[in-house]
């Protein structure tokens, strides 16, 4: 996205800029929204692989811990695709 916003800032092609930063964002968040969705269905089979443990206590804190953090994919997603366009 950085090499696409400097061509076109150069070309002064800037409603081809603000067309492909509304794509990028919509792409960002399809893809944050699905994989939200499966870390979130899938957090206890994570957890429990990750962690190696049968202790029902370390799987339900760290399914915890992904299912609360996977809320905020979505945010960093929408943010970094910002961020991409503005460093061209």
Do not use: H
């Not at 930063?21 to 089979?45: D, E, G, R, T």
Request: glycine share 6%; charged share 10%.
């Amino acid at each position: 996205m950085t090499t696409f916003t400097s061509q076109n800032f150069g070309a002064q092609q800037f409603k081809r800029i603000v067309e492909g930063s509304k794509q990028s964002c919509l792409v960002s968040i399809i893809w944050s929204i699905i994989a939200c969705v499966l870390l979130y269905m899938i957090s206890p089979f994570l957890a429990g692989l990750i962690s190696g443990s049968d202790n029902a206590m370390i799987i339900n804190n760290a399914d915890r811990y992904l299912r609360i953090s996977s809320l905020f994919i979505l945010f960093w997603e929408y943010s970094s695709s910002l961020e991409i366009v503005s460093r061209g």
